[in-house]
């Protein structure tokens, strides 16, 4: 599950990304894991994550099953960490993501001294992730490039585009619905704060990045082409 | 996935939702319809949409006013006003669309969630890379392409040649019925996945060679390849051999997943100590 990995995007891009995720491995770590796993995400919260998530539920945005027409008005656009740990109930991946270098660095550093046994990775920029483990005193046990998007990428929309969908690895976030915000925005129809949260709660393990989605948004508001 | 045609109204929000663009509104029943060639079975209009439950007679009545007096709608784009996805009871091997594509659904082979695969992600206990190997995960279809079982055949057909081992505990691999020669199940050629990973492992000197051979196959397939290259670090956290490989192959590597190395294999210890405790 590469699915933090092939974010379209150049280094600098990832300057505002940093993902943070802990999982265990089938018959090694994994007996006793969801106490750890909440223990992760409860941790990550004091550090002001934009988003927490686990893969079997979700990010901290989500949608609903039974929503009241009349909530289309007051739509809650909060992330509910609340939900996200507590709803985990399952050995899966639980993530947390930072919009800024300093919090996952602190984050790292406290899960280090937490030791819980699970295997912890972080997802952004090679030397993000590098000044992260330094900051935090870790020493990199592995490291999984990613090489882009090759072979017939003319069927792949514009890089604004690619930016926002490939923020749910899954490929849970359509190009279609990504454009289609870029397009809400330039009209003035949502902000950039309310097209993201349509975006994030499609993603289905809550390692969509809001405020880099937001800045892509801006930035996608004002090209010309 | 089906849409029930009594439910829908035809608002067309679910088609900007499917990743593969592959629900349209049928312009003569007037209602959202699934192509089902090339529907994923991901569910994300299923899961991803929030459901309302109005009554669709008045919704399809208010929508014919403010089209005839021509209003703007400005609906939530994100809700389906109707709850109008009924999910099919999918048998083989259509099943094998959702196993891959529903990234909710852990693969029954791993029991990993999404494509199914722990990687380098946990490489610091399960020992998967070690040093002077090279990992690759290959990913066809990603992002929003999609790719047909066959042309991953392609590509692990050509692996095979080559010579390379294939991850046992990748759910491609379980979907083998000939592992030494790349060769998928006769049955599941004609099904179409959101995305799908094929995972090997090489020593660190065949690195270019390996990449060479995912270039030559990539351009014979209609779909994009993502190429992930995991190695283990130096005891230092230093990766100075294999970066410097994909560098002079032309790569700049803008982003990466590390392991921190905390993971360690507690299965088992708890249940000692207690044990311990109970003799005490």
Redesign the interface.
């Known amino acids: 599950?590469?699915?933090?990995?092939?974010?379209?995007?150049?280094?600098d891009s990832?300057s505002d990304d940093y993902i943070v995720?802990a999982?265990?491995?089938?018959?090694?770590?994994?007996?006793?894991s969801v106490p750890k796993l909440r223990r992760f995400l409860e941790m990550a919260r004091g550090f002001h994550p934009v988003n927490l998530g686990d893969?079997?539920h979700g990010g901290a945005l989500r949608?609903?099953?039974?929503?009241?027409?009349f909530s289309?008005w007051k739509?809650n656009m909060k992330p509910d960490f609340d939900a996200v740990i507590s709803g985990l109930d399952t050995p899966?991946?639980a993530a947390a993501v930072f919009d800024n270098r300093v919090a996952a660095e602190d984050f790292?550093k406290a899960?280090?001294e937490a030791?819980?046994?699970?295997?912890?990775?972080?997802?952004?920029?090679?030397d993000g992730?590098?000044q992260?483990?330094h900051a935090?005193g870790?020493?990199?046990?592995?490291?999984?490039?990613?090489?882009?998007?090759?072979?017939?990428?003319e069927?792949?929309?514009n890089s604004d585009v690619?930016m926002l969908?490939?923020m749910c690895?899954?490929?849970?976030?359509?190009?279609?619905?990504a454009k289609?915000?870029i397009d809400?925005v330039k009209e003035g129809?949502r902000t950039p704060e309310q097209a993201v949260t349509?975006l994030a709660?499609?993603c289905?393990?809550g390692i969509f990045n809001p405020s880099r989605a937001c800045r892509i948004l801006e930035v996608a508001r004002k090209r010309t082409k | 996935m089906r849409i029930d045609p009594d439910k829908c109204v035809a608002c067309g929000n679910c088609t900007y939702v499917c990743p593969m663009g592959a629900i349209y509104i049928d312009p003569v029943i007037k209602r959202a319809t699934v192509n089902r060639d090339e529907c994923v079975e991901c569910y994300a209009c299923f899961n991803g949409l929030s459901q309302e439950h109005l009554n669709p007679t008045l919704v399809r009545g208010l929508r014919r006013v403010f089209q005839a007096l021509r209003l703007r709608f400005d609906p939530e784009p994100d809700v389906c006003p109707t709850a109008a996805f009924a999910p099919e009871e999918l048998t083989w091997p259509r099943v094998v669309r959702r196993a891959f594509s529903d990234p909710r659904v852990p693969h029954e082979s791993t029991g990993v969630e999404g494509r199914g695969t722990e990687e380098v992600k946990t490489n610091d206990i399960s020992g998967r890379v070690q040093v002077g190997e090279v990992g690759f995960t290959i990913e066809f279809g990603r992002p929003g392409v999609g790719v047909w079982m066959r042309e991953i055949q392609e590509m692990c057909t050509a692996l095979a040649v080559a010579n390379v081992a294939f991850e046992k505990k990748n759910p491609m691999t379980s979907l083998m019925s000939d592992v030494a020669a790349g060769k998928l199940r006769e049955d599941i050629l004609g099904e179409k996945v959101l995305s799908a990973i094929v995972e090997i492992k090489v020593p660190v000197e065949r690195t270019e060679e390996i990449i060479r051979l995912v270039w030559e196959v990539e351009k014979k397939l209609d779909t994009v390849v993502a190429l992930g290259v995991g190695t283990r670090c130096a005891a230092d956290g230093e990766d100075n051999v294999v970066a410097p490989i994909l560098e002079r192959l032309g790569y700049t590597l803008h982003r990466a997943k590390t392991n921190a190395g905390l993971g360690r294999v507690t299965n088992g210890t708890q249940s000692a100590r207690e044990k311990e405790v109970v003799a005490q």
Do not use: Q
């Not at chain 1, 599950?1 to 280094?11: I, P, Q, S, V």
């Not at chain 1, 999982?23 to 006793?32: I, P, V």
């Not at chain 1, 949608?63 to 027409?69: A, G, I, R, V």
């Open positions: 599950m590469t699915n933090t990995l092939h974010r379209a995007g150049d280094a990832f995720f999982m265990c491995s089938r018959g090694r770590n994994d007996e006793n893969a079997r949608p609903s099953k039974s929503m009241n027409p289309h739509r899966t991946t790292l899960v280090r030791d819980l046994g699970l295997s912890v990775n972080i997802s952004t920029s090679v992730a590098d992260c483990c935090a870790i020493n990199r046990h592995s490291v999984g490039y990613s090489l882009g998007f090759e072979g017939k990428t069927h792949l929309p690619v969908s490939t690895g899954h490929g849970m976030v359509s190009s279609s619905l289609k915000m809400w129809r349509y709660r499609f289905s393990c």
